[in-house]
């Protein structure tokens, strides 16, 4: 798992909740925080997600469709997915915004992943 994210890509960590209550014990839940916490101290872009919104991600993915038509990308996804990221390279005088029905959202630029947040 570290050697995929030392590489940039998507990790999943799995545990079952027997493994870390056994037994009405709290060891398990232990060296799960003790590798959460060295996972954190080696790298510091992860983005935490349930198995839930993971696989509806990647779903989104590999489902949304996008054309570019001048200077508008138009984004069909069949279903929403939480966190969705797109990087796109543009002119920054164009500026851009996302369009959802009848509201337009200014995004803002971001240099950096770590300064991703809701409309950037």
Not at 56 to 67: D, G, H, P, V
């Amino acid at each position: 798992m570290v050697e995929v994210i030392d590489h940039g890509g998507p990790s999943v960590m799995v545990c079952y909740w027997l493994g870390i209550c056994y037994s009405g014990g709290e060891l398990g839940f232990s060296i799960f925080k003790e590798v959460v916490r060295w996972i954190h101290a080696k790298h510091d872009l992860l983005h935490w997600m349930r198995l839930s919104e993971i696989s509806r991600y990647w779903a989104a993915r590999e489902l949304t469709t996008m054309t570019l038509q001048g200077r508008t990308l138009d984004l069909w996804a069949p279903f929403a997915a939480l966190d969705y990221t797109l990087r796109l390279k543009t002119r920054s005088s164009w500026g851009s915004c996302l369009v959802t029905g009848s509201e337009q959202i200014a995004l803002r630029e971001v240099w950096c992943p770590l300064d991703l947040a809701k409309n950037t």
